[in-house]
């Protein structure tokens, strides 16, 4: 028996509805969170516990002036910067050599020396964390740039990502180029890397968002305040002002700011890269 063309219409149209109504609540229910955050910070600190959460009625601007002059946010900025920074270069950098090497060169045991790098992906961070702590200690970079940015400048994450997008790439560029003289780093400098901007800036977003949001390790290498990170810049200033949620807020408000403009700049090559490099669902 053939279904009627209109109620085949009417299918599909309440199909999407219910669709855009199951995407609508998993929207908010993740936007929830940073309205309660944002609407906080707004909050006169009688009001903090009173309702609303989700929607700001008060706009106590001055919140965000008290917050920023009550701890040195200014220096944990500039430290968060340099290492967030560093990590992001250092990363794109060396993930795309040794991705290259990985998708382009042939020498003995490349399939189990990139099995290796894949399994080290499995090691939870708190087991190789005392290690890290100890080299680093040896090489007298407690409390420094060289201790937040150095042991992090390589992921096996990286080298991962990169591969997958290099292996989409013709190797006949390649060979045209090898035939013509190039070496194996001038193809990787003037022809790879020019065609791989969305697994860059894939790589690049991963990294910086991570990098930025980091709080064990900066916590268990830095022993000064004038080198403390945002993260812990926010948790100290939580412990000083246990209570006062409204500037604690503030806080985290202006911390998040820089990373939603980073993936917005990055949004669309974010996608293009995350859907050509085989991560994708």
């Known amino acids: 028996m053939r279904v009627p063309s209109n109620l085949k219409l009417i299918q599909k149209i309440l199909s999407k509805i219910f669709a855009y109504l199951i995407l609508t609540a998993g929207a908010l229910v993740m936007v929830a969170p940073f309205l309660w955050m944002i609407t ?11 309702p609303p959460y989700l929607f700001p009625v008060y706009f106590e ?20 910067v340099v290492m967030a920074i560093g990590i992001t270069i250092g990363q794109v950098f060396f993930s795309s050599l040794a991705a290259y090497a990985f998708a382009r060169l042939r020498f003995p045991g490349r399939e189990l020396v990139f099995l290796i790098f894949l399994g080290t992906m499995l090691v939870p961070l708190h087991v190789t964390l005392i290690p890290s702590y100890l080299i680093i200690q040896k090489l007298n970079w407690i409390n420094s740039y060289q201790a937040l940015i150095v042991p992090r400048l390589v992921s096996a994450f990286g080298i991962f ?21 190039a070496s194996r780093l001038t193809i990787w400098w003037k022809i790879i890397l020019p065609l791989s901007g969305p697994a860059l800036a894939t790589l690049g977003i991963f990294a910086f968002l991570f990098a930025w949001n980091d709080f064990l390790w900066p916590l268990v290498v ?33 911390a998040t700011i820089p990373v939603i403009i980073a993936f917005l700049m990055g949004q669309n090559r974010f996608i293009e890269g995350i859907t050509t490099t085989g991560l994708k669902g």
């Open 222 to 254: 830095l022993n000064s305040p004038e080198m403390y990170t945002v993260q812990l810049g926010l948790a100290m200033f939580q412990g000083k002002y246990g209570t006062r949620w409204h500037l604690l807020m503030a806080g985290t408000v202006t």
């Open 40 to 50: 906080t910070s707004l909050k006169p600190e009688r009001f903090v516990f009173s």
């Open 161 to 181: 990502l990169m591969r997958q997008y290099y292996l989409s790439i013709p190797k006949d560029l390649d060979e045209a180029a090898l035939i013509d003289g």
């Open 61 to 80: 601007w001055e919140n965000y002036f008290t917050a920023f002059k009550a701890a040195p946010f200014q220096r944990y900025y500039l430290n968060t």
